[in-house]
């Protein structure tokens, strides 16, 4: 059987990753897609204390258990299911949790670090940025974090000024001219969505 296509889609937090893979899979409904994100390899912290895990800078490519995702990535390409790890943002760990994952004809892998690995990036077929200006991205973070991850205003605050804003800077805009699309404004870019769509179908037809 052929290599299925990978799709990678980086970008910094808030740019609209999510959003934008969904609606890449929403526009390719006909087809069975697998997705990664990349935030389930968080690396374990079960044996830190909350304290320890509250200093860990989540920003830096160092975070990642990259291993075990290229690991599973060439399962999924050998045609192998894998179980995937889960994370949980309140507690700032995995959870105890699996998710057993199909191998499809396409792979989206989507994170902040998507296209950071080389290693990982010459498994791409299609690779994207999403970029966003920061102003609008730490303004959806603040929001999503307050409602979704458990945090207070002053600790996005605080952590974005220190952490997340510097590390983005050094390691994550670098990854944009290892991308082949550079999508700005993420989701509601409609004719991007479809642009991309379109190669995507192209590539599974010649599978
Ligand atoms: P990422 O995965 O890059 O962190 P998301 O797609 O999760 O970004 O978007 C972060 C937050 O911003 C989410 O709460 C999402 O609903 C919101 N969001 C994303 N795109 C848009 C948009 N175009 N307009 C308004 N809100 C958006
Ligand atoms: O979904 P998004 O791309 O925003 O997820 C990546 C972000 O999650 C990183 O910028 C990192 O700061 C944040 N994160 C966090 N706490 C964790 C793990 C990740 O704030 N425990």
């Given at each position: 059987?052929?290599?299925?296509?990978?799709?990678?889609?980086?970008?910094g937090t808030g740019s609209g990753k999510t959003s934008v893979t969904r609606k890449i899979i929403a526009s390719l409904e006909e087809h069975d897609i697998t997705?990664?994100?990349?935030?389930?390899y968080y690396k374990d912290q079960s044996h830190k204390t909350m304290e320890e895990r509250l200093k860990t800078n989540y920003d830096h490519p160092f975070a990642f258990d990259?291993?075990?995702l290229i690991e599973h990535v060439k399962s999924l390409i050998n045609r192998e299911s894998v179980e995937i790890p889960?994370?949980?943002y309140v507690n700032h760990t995995r959870s105890d949790k699996t998710i057993k994952i199909e191998p499809k004809n396409v792979i989206i892998i989507e994170g902040i670090f998507a296209l950071e690995n080389e290693q990982l990036r010459d498994l791409m077929d299609v690779k994207i940025y999403v970029d966003t200006d920061s102003d609008i991205r730490i303004l959806r973070r603040l929001s999503r974090d307050i409602k979704e991850r458990g945090r207070s205003m002053d600790s996005v605050i605080n952590q974005y000024l220190t952490v997340v804003r510097p590390m983005h800077l050094q390691f994550i805009e670098p990854t944009k001219r290892f991308s082949d699309i550079i999508i700005p404004e993420?989701?509601?870019?409609?004719?991007?969505?479809?642009?991309?769509?379109?190669?995507?179908?192209?590539?599974?037809?010649?599978l």
């Open positions: 059987m052929n290599k299925p296509t990978i799709i990678g889609i980086a970008g997705l990664i994100e990349q935030d389930y990259n291993d075990l889960t994370y949980d993420g989701g509601e870019n409609i004719v991007a969505i479809d642009i991309i769509t379109t190669k995507i179908r192209s590539l599974i037809k010649k």
